[in-house]
């Protein structure tokens, strides 16, 4: 039998993502040709007959795609991923995995025990210490510091409103160039129903439509580079003149302000880099380095360097001199292939949008929405419908409220170059923390990046007044959602942590009290990784019963992008063994997608059985704590009693030796076959051991759960209502009582989060002064 090279395999697989990159990565970088010029040249200055502006804006475009794009991301940026991760959440994590920076308000020390944690830590240098402790000791900071990443979080959902609206007109735009006495109603229409269409198709995924975004793109680049190296030849050779650094300062002594103000279109060139990293979960670093080195690097070379060839002989084609410069004979070929990938670049920017927000979701930074997987097969293609809809009026009001490129290239401008300048700022700390590099060379890459991007943000600036406060609105409006959702989760974190059930009144609890005992298993959620919530002492007050199981369940989620199954449930036993109190702390990555298809119940159950044997068989377990977890994972195998429906007989493993700090490993496999759920929810069966080796009181205790099972699970929530006290500023008021407070009322509850079906779901009212 032939076995391929694995070498060769691996060019292989490297070459096959570098393929499908083009059409993903690289759709809105590729599409900036359509605007760019028109931006730039749109200031007062007048073009001069030596070219000197021409000359001048070509010089910093081949400039800044040379130094942002290919040395800042593909040589430095790229290399900074966390665990195959890219994006501004992804840095944010890589951070506070390496340092206690995080502001999760449940966060647990277990937490770093994680595989994912495993991290070599080479000596830190003095200054790299001192940074380290400054941020970590300075609450202020930390606060300081999660803000820019969500300011930056909300300028690329900002992107998702823009990118659609700036691609899809400036595409369309070229109609007026082969029809010049179109009415400007009849291009309008054409855009909003690519628009609608392209958001209306959101919900059937991009998986059927994903294997011609490649080709769509490939065919646009080649279009690029054909016609950009036709203008060269045919209209000004000497073009390459531009490379001489030189005419970028001729072009400012010239233009003064106006040529200053000119950089905010020029930014537009580097539209798109940011995917280049943030798509890095999709793709290998090599394999998006591989496509832009070969394919878009030169295309959009040749294709800026033709547009400025062309510009030098017609200088009174400024609008829509992309489309000008086409000859006649492939400008209809030319158009259409624009035109789709414009579609192309929009989907790309709306899918990861749809993916940033459910990474703040996962890190609690956003109210709770419903997410459609929208593929059995593909990890990680999904669909937020309010989010859509909210996108596409947004991105209708934005273009057919400015219907102007200009206008529309001055607002996208502020929000790509904002996201590039926190993209180097959290850089610097990275390459300090995480890389262990000197301060020195940190600071120096802040300083020659930061002061090229400040540069632009600068001259972005100017185009407030004319299209650039647009960014800013829609930032500000999500920043509000996003902090106002975090604050208040935060705050009400604090009174739970400060109200729960002391180990006195739990242990007190018996029948002497009239407290009844019923037949199942009551799951109780909050949001405490220790100690009893105050829901259950109000429960009991109310109704004094509870039922003979009961289970604290947390679902949290923790600082890395993905996590496996076997590390997910940390089980525990609360109060004395005949109370038979458990808890459970679930615990996703800020990545992980939550299914509706299966049955989160029987997963808790089973980490609860494998807890009980592997405490029942191994001798090392300290009972003397208020509350002891234990890490389930698949590092070792019990003989966990356990059957599918399709499965009659499991095989009795033994039970391996207790790990450090009593943390047990335990293989659930009957609920991991694979790494998503399966397509259909399957049953799981309890039934005792028939092995005479298991210990009688592990026996009885399995017993009880297994006939507490058979009776039936009742879920109970908390149904909170949260207000600011009397006393609380102004600031904290309209947080609490109008954001966060709305935000709670309109958003998914976690019943419908975990699937928790309405006949077996209790809530118990609440009301928190914070």
């Known amino acids: 039998m032939y076995t391929a090279d694995p070498h060769k395999a691996s060019l292989k697989v490297t070459l096959a993502l570098a393929y499908q990159s083009l059409g993903i990565v690289y759709g809105d970088l590729s599409i900036s040709p359509l605007y760019t010029y028109q931006s730039a040249f749109s200031g007062k200055f007048h073009l001069q007959e030596d070219d000197t502006e021409i000359l001048g804006v070509l010089s910093f475009v081949l400039y800044t795609i040379t130094i942002i794009a290919v040395i800042k991301y593909i040589f430095i940026v790229l290399n900074a991923d966390h665990d195959g991760e890219g994006g501004t959440f992804a840095l944010y994590s890589l951070l506070c995995r390496h340092a206690n920076l995080s502001m999760l308000p449940n966060k647990q020390a277990m937490d770093e025990e994680l595989l994912k944690y495993n991290l070599d830590k080479p000596k830190q240098t003095r200054r790299a210490l001192y940074l380290k402790n400054l941020l970590e000791n300075h609450e202020n900071l930390r606060t300081s510091l999660l803000l820019i990443v969500l300011l930056a979080t909300c300028m690329l959902i900002a992107d998702g409103v823009l990118t659609p609206a700036i691609s899809v007109f400036s595409a369309v735009s070229g109609l007026k160039v082969a029809a010049k006495h179109l009415d400007e109603r009849v291009m309008h229409l054409v855009v909003s129903i690519i628009l609608i269409g392209l958001f209306a198709l959101q919900r059937c995924g991009t998986q059927r439509v994903a294997f011609v975004f490649a080709p769509v793109v490939i065919a646009w680049l080649l279009c690029l580079s054909s016609v950009g190296m036709y203008n060269i030849l045919r209209w000004n050779p000497s073009i390459f003149q531009a490379l001489s650094p030189v005419h970028m300062f001729k072009f400012l002594h010239v233009t003064g302000k106006e040529g200053w103000a000119s950089l905010g279109g020029i930014l537009l060139c580097i539209t798109g880099s940011e995917a280049m990293f943030a798509d890095l979960g999709h793709f290998s670093a090599s394999s998006i380095k591989i496509a832009f080195a070969c394919g878009v690097y030169p295309s959009l070379i040749l294709a800026y360097m033709g547009h400025a060839a062309y510009l030098t002989k017609h200088r009174s084609d400024i609008e829509r001199s992309f489309y000008k410069s086409i000859p006649r004979t492939v400008f209809w070929p030319v158009f259409v292939i624009a035109t789709l990938a414009s579609i192309v670049g929009s989907q790309a920017v709306i899918s990861a949008t749809f993916s940033i927000i459910k990474q703040c979701m996962g890190l609690g930074c956003f109210p709770r929405v419903k997410v459609v997987h929208t593929s059995e097969n593909v990890y990680g293609q999904i669909y937020i419908p309010e989010v859509n809809w909210m996108l596409l009026i947004l991105c209708l009001a934005v273009t057919f409220g400015f219907r102007d490129t200009i206008l ?363």
């Open 408 to 770: 529309l290239g001055n607002a996208y401008g502020l929000a790509v170059i904002s996201v590039m300048f926190v993209t180097t700022f959290l850089m610097s700390l990275v390459m300090v923390i995480v890389w262990h590099w000197s301060l020195f060379l940190a600071v120096c890459f802040f300083l020659f990046f930061g002061s090229i991007e400040m540069m632009y943000l600068s001259a972005a600036m100017f185009k407030i007044p004319q299209g650039g406060w647009v960014p800013l609105v829609l930032s500000f409006v999500f920043m509000g959602i996003t902090y106002s959702w975090y604050y208040g989760a935060a705050k009400k974190y604090e009174v739970d942590s400060q109200n729960k059930v002391s180990m006195k009144w739990l242990i007190s609890m018996d029948r002497s009290l009239g407290i009844v005992r019923v037949p199942g298993i009551g799951m109780f959620y909050s949001e405490l990784v220790t100690g009893v919530p105050a829901i259950f002492s109000h429960f009991v007050t109310n109704l004094p019963a509870f039922h003979q199981i009961v289970v604290f369940v947390t679902v949290t989620s923790v600082q890395v992008p993905h996590l496996p199954m076997r590390e997910r449930y940390l089980v525990g036993r609360i109060g004395p063994k005949e109370h038979r109190m458990y808890r459970c702390v679930v615990r996703n990555g800020y990545k992980d997608t939550h299914k509706d298809d299966y049955d989160f119940a029987d997963r808790v159950i089973l980490s609860i059985v494998e807890f009980i044997q592997i405490e029942g068989a191994e001798a090392c377990i300290n009972t003397s704590a208020d509350e002891n977890l234990f890490m389930i994972s698949t590092q070792s195998s019990t003989n966990i009693v356990r059957s599918v429906s399709d499965v009659e007989a499991l095989e009795a493993q033994s039970v391996d030796s207790c790990c450090d700090k009593h943390s047990f490993t335990a293989n659930p496999v009957a609920l991991q076959n694979s790494a998503s759920p399966p397509q259909t929810t399957k049953k799981v069966r309890f039934e005792l051991p028939k092995t005479s080796q298991v210990d009688p009181n592990t026996k009885k205790e399995l017993k009880e759960l297994f006939q507490a099972k058979d009776a039936g699970v009742a879920y109970v929530l908390g149904h909170s209502y949260v207000h600011a006290t009397k006393s609380s500023s102004l600031f904290k008021k309209f947080a609490i009582n109008v954001m966060y407070s709305f935000l709670r009322k309109n958003c998914r509850g976690p019943e419908v989060v975990l699937s928790i079906p309405h006949t077996c779901l209790m809530e118990v009212g609440m009301m928190y002064y914070i």
